[in-house]
């Protein structure tokens, strides 16, 4: 094949690498917070790097995006509110109107240039941002969390980039008390918790500083994403009150929307903490 | 971090890359078969090369081994006698002979040097290699399949490269015929097939190939294999008369050794074939 370029991520934490056969760059930016470029890939469709980490694929993203939004809204009982930090791509957003009980849905991004470019390179993640019940914000998660009103939020999702630089101050106790504040008693934090097989040391991390911010019950998701070191990921959901983590099954089951790889059947599959994974977190 | 480099294998059927950094080169040998390569790694222990793609890390290979092995020893109702074709680096072998009812489980692998290798720098894979049920062949599978008495084994396992080179002959009729043949009624193959994501079109075509030999009924499961393209692979089980892939779950619960990854809850979540998998394959 002529004309193309392998391009690699070095995981330094992990000491593991991801690369993709690319074509060309389509577009770049800097914007206040940090670097966007969109590359073209022979097979994985379009690639968005930020500081030189990738994010998405046009290819593999589903994945991620169903697994951070379905499993909290089918084991929450009802939601309504929803409230998404960072999620720039709005991918998770998408998933999440899917839900036709929600009422509102917030998305609050502190770089506007990350959905300008998603609006650009995967529209198809922005279909529904014209959806009535959509509100974007381009705004500090960290003040406008601390802001919400408290008891009036289902689920707080926090879609963020990796705990450095600008998603920092998304995984520590300052900021799950906000989240904690603004659920209602019912309500489900859930957060991107890397990947299960190297980093099961920042997923006790973050559960110490949750549980210091009042929340009691925690459950982490594993999943497969290509994109992100190891190809394997997850998503850690904490509850405020001890109410286990079974789900609607019944409505998972018969969900009117489409999904390519959440399922009630991939759900329960989920909830089956490896032994590793239950040994290092002491479950 | 002084003295490291990068080692990437670029796999160009998914257009995607893995890497690792290295600390040196440990050992090499060119066998009438292949090039085996060892390096040290920062992160994963000691990392496998053949022909230049990764075949296994110190720190990962447990996934890959208990799902080859125990989903398939759970499912069938009393395996006895169990044949690995390939697997020259005894993990998959070592997790057979955990289960106390095998009675003989016979490995053969063409490549002695990289049992050699793995006895050398996988000590922990090949811990099981002197136990009295153990057979390791250093023979060619094809012909040793061929010649196999027929109606004598009740699990086949297809611990085998990518479908290239000496393992392309692996992923045909008229090997899984000869597995047909050896295998008993209530028989089952189990063969590696590669990423569910990217080589759904190859796992397809193994099906059909199955099923022209006589094979009834295939399902896939996935599993996280960082080593491996898109750190996403999965194995395929046939079998030979229609009986289902349900397993003995009350003594895969009770089972009296140690796995990591594998558990019976997690061998429930790995029969939930995602939607756009099940789409893909028809089922």
Redesign the interface.
């Known amino acids: 094949m002529t004309d193309t370029t392998?391009k690699?991520e070095?995981f330094?934490p992990?000491?593991?690498?991801?690369?993709?056969?690319i074509r060309r760059k389509l577009d770049e930016v800097q914007s206040p917070f940090q670097k966007i470029e969109i590359y073209e890939?022979?097979?994985?469709g379009n690639l968005m790097l930020i500081d030189g980490a990738v994010m998405l694929t046009t290819r593999?993203n589903?994945l991620y995006h169903e697994m951070m939004s379905h499993p909290a809204l089918f084991t929450h009982a009802d939601p309504k509110r929803v409230v998404i930090i960072g999620g720039g791509d709005c991918g998770t957003l998408r998933e999440v109107l899917k839900h036709p009980g929600v009422e509102s849905a917030v998305q609050c991004d502190i770089d506007e240039q990350v959905t300008r470019m998603a609006e650009k390179w995967f529209p198809e993640l922005c279909e529904r941002n014209g959806d009535p019940r959509a509100q974007l914000l381009f705004d500090d998660g960290i003040a406008w969390m601390a802001n919400c009103e408290p008891g009036s939020v289902d689920i707080v999702i926090v879609d963020s980039t990796d705990p450095v630089g600008p998603a920092e101050g998304l995984f520590n106790k300052a900021f799950y008390g906000s989240c904690f504040r603004a659920l209602r008693d019912d309500g489900i934090l859930v957060q991107q918790s890397e990947s299960p097989?190297?980093l099961l040391e920042l997923i006790r991390e973050m559960r110490v500083e949750m549980g210091k911010a009042g929340f009691t019950e925690f459950k982490t998701l594993?999943f497969?994403?290509?994109c992100y070191p190891?190809?394997?990921w997850s998503c850690t959901l904490a509850r405020k009150q001890a109410r286990g983590f079974e789900f609607r099954e019944t409505d998972a089951r018969a969900k009117a929307f489409?999904?390519?790889?959440?399922?009630a059947?991939?759900h329960?599959?989920?909830?089956?903490?490896?032994?590793?994974v239950a040994a290092a977190l002491d479950e």
């Open positions: 392998w690699y070095n330094e992990a000491g593991s690498a991801i690369g993709y056969r890939t022979t097979d994985w593999d589903f097989l190297v594993p497969p994403q290509p190891t190809g394997w489409d999904s390519r790889y959440y399922s059947d991939v329960r599959g989920a909830l089956a903490t490896p032994p590793f």
